[in-house]
């Protein structure tokens, strides 16, 4: 993600801490067109789908609920997670860009959900940690919408506090909620301290 430098928060937060009920989406709708013939979901990371592995970084962390949007031969990747407890949400647009499938993930959240955090399915090496350190930033007030970073760089996953809910049901294009994030005052960088949340399955060699 490319844009202005944000303020980066680290832990341990200062503040009142709550205990909100944070909801997981991880995308999984897209077409890997750069990934060649094969579904990059579906690829295997010591014996794994990278889409299991990423949706099994995100119930370790503990969320209130999880919701896997697929499109992209969804049968195929809704079974990789299909002993999971998460909810498949199909998304029917999915080649008009990943911010039909924010809007998905959104309408899935759980009306009690006081944020939402959005993982990436082609991102295998995030660790429950890393979600659990965003968490622990929503509820000590550190900022909103918050993104995990490494060494002060921005990467996945991002949280969104429920006052997002709304305009991100509204994003368009192929940016899911980037525009909200550069423009609220509220976006803090989390360091985690995990690179993971810099490296994603673009190409084969990528693995």
């Known amino acids: 993600m490319t844009g202005p430098d ?34 990059k979901l579906l690829a295997t990371v010591e ?20 919701a896997v949007v ?10 990789a997670v299909s002993d999971l407890p998460v909810r498949a949400v199909e998304n029917p647009d999915y ?3 990943q911010a039909t499938s924010v809007r998905r993930g ?9 944020a939402a955090l959005f993982a990436l399915g082609d991102m295998p090496d995030v660790t429950p940690a890393t979600v659990e350190t965003l968490v622990d930033a929503f509820a000590a007030g550190a900022g909103d919408p918050l993104i995990a970073a490494c060494e002060g760089r921005r990467g996945n996953p991002v949280l969104f506090g429920r006052g997002y809910f709304d305009r991100l049901a509204a994003v368009e294009g192929d940016t899911g ?25 673009d190409r084969p060699e990528d693995l």
């Not at 680290?10 to 909801?23: K, L, N, S, Y």
Request: proline share 6%; net charge negative; charged share 25%.
């Open 6 to 39: 944000l303020p980066v928060v680290a832990p341990p937060f200062d503040g009142e801490r709550g205990d909100p009920a944070v909801a997981g989406v991880v995308l999984a709708a897209g077409t890997s067109s750069r990934f060649g013939e094969t579904n």
């Open 47 to 66: 014996g794994e789908p990278l889409v299991r592995r990423a949706v099994e970084t995100v119930l370790a962390a503990g969320l209130a609920e999880v």
């Open 70 to 79: 697929v499109g992209y031969e969804a049968a195929a990747v809704r079974s």
């Open 95 to 97: 080649a008009d860009g």
């Open 106 to 114: 959104v309408a899935a959240v759980d009306d009690a959900a006081d």
């Open 177 to 201: 909620g980037r525009e909200i994030i550069l423009a609220s005052e509220g976006t803090r960088l989390v360091e985690t301290g995990d690179p993971g949340v810099l490296r994603d399955v």
